[in-house]
């Protein structure tokens, strides 16, 4: 494997601001409609902080969310102990937030799947680590996230450390990943759409393993890919062709208000529209639900991360939008259906 370059130039998150967001507000469209949100996460430090009175803020505020799954993100790791148990922290945390927050209200199971970290890289002692998730977990535990997206000419972010070059493709990797099958646990992917190639490879490697692809597969538009849209969506809609012929492959449709999308709406004076997110959008995400169909695609929130880009009800409404003309039910695999198969929920 191949260690990135601390060096290198870094692509920041696009920053939270209240204030920039209270600007504009829109109406829920279709409020009546059932929605998993199948990507969120948890924090009390980075992107300012997100926790349970900031989520059931943002879900309460005019669509209708039936459940959520949290996903992994570096949160309240065990400060001792174990490093390679650490990561069982996070979902401690996450079922005792979960039980909290669903005492007090009842319109939505906050929590409802929870997919953690484990270091995969450590090879089969990993299981050791797996079974200490499904045991915190109480039940909710529902798979393992580790992200891939790492590229030679920039860095990305800084909410976790960036990963080796060709992860996916690492033996001892394949190795750990291979215990996922034991627990019954899926995968969520997070890679560019400069590694999908490894990502397909490593899902024909384990077919028994569910595996998504959250946010798209990132089509870059940042770094070397600045002003290269069209040979970049090329590209990536090549490669999601590819990856859709697996039956253990599915994708997550969100995740495009990160500033590595190359899109500009964090930069303007005042937060997008629900209708300007749609038209810019609307290529990637139709690509999506056309090449793997609905009942292995699923809308995500990817919240906090893309409140840099528009508040909660501007980004379902933008998802909104796009799908207007479907039918109920490919409205119903691509809002809930799809993500409750996905994550047993």
């Not at 993100?73 to 990561?87: K, N, T, W």
Request: glycine letters at 8%; charged letters at 20%; proline letters at 6%.
């Amino acid at each position: 494997m191949v260690n990135i370059n601390s060096d290198l130039p870094q692509i920041a998150h696009a920053k939270i601001r209240p204030q920039w967001l209270e600007q504009y507000h829109e109406e829920a469209l279709e409020p009546q409609l059932a929605i998993v949100d199948p990507h969120h996460h948890l924090t009390d430090k980075i992107w300012g902080g997100y926790l349970p009175n900031d989520l059931l803020a943002d879900i309460g505020s005019g669509h209708r969310i039936e459940s959520t799954v949290f996903i992994q993100v570096g949160f309240s790791y065990r400060e001792d102990g174990p490093q390679a148990l650490q990561p069982v922290g996070e979902t401690e945390r996450v079922v005792q937030i979960a039980a909290q927050a669903n005492e007090t209200q009842d319109k939505t199971n906050i929590c409802a799947g929870i997919v953690g970290f484990a270091d995969l890289s450590t090879g089969a002692h990993v299981e050791e680590v797996l079974a200490a998730h499904m045991q915190a977990g109480q039940g909710l535990f529902r798979g393992i996230r580790c992200s891939a997206a790492a590229h030679e000419k920039f860095r990305f972010g800084g909410a976790m450390q960036m990963p080796p070059l060709h992860l996916y493709m690492d033996p001892k990797f394949r190795e750990g990943f291979a215990k996922l099958a034991k627990f019954g646990l899926s995968f969520d992917s997070w890679a560019y759409h400069t590694q999908l190639e490894e990502l397909a490879d490593l899902a024909r490697a384990f077919p028994e393993t569910p595996i998504v692809m959250d946010h798209i597969g990132v089509p870059l538009g940042v770094g070397p890919y600045v002003g290269q849209r069209p040979a970049v969506f090329a590209e990536w809609k090549k490669s999601l062709q590819e990856i859709a012929r697996l039956p253990n492959m599915f994708i997550k449709i969100g995740g495009l208000g990160m500033s590595v999308f190359g899109f500009s709406f964090h930069e303007q004076p005042k937060p997008p529209t629900s209708l300007e997110l749609a038209q810019a959008w609307r290529p990637y995400i139709l690509t999506c639900i056309d090449i793997f169909g609905p009942e292995r695609c699923m809308f995500e929130s990817n919240f906090p991360v893309d409140k840099g880009t528009c508040s909660y009800v501007v980004l379902w409404n933008a998802f909104k939008r796009m799908t207007a003309g479907m039918s109920d039910h490919e409205k119903q695999l691509l809002y809930r259906d799809t993500a409750k198969k996905f994550y047993r929920l």
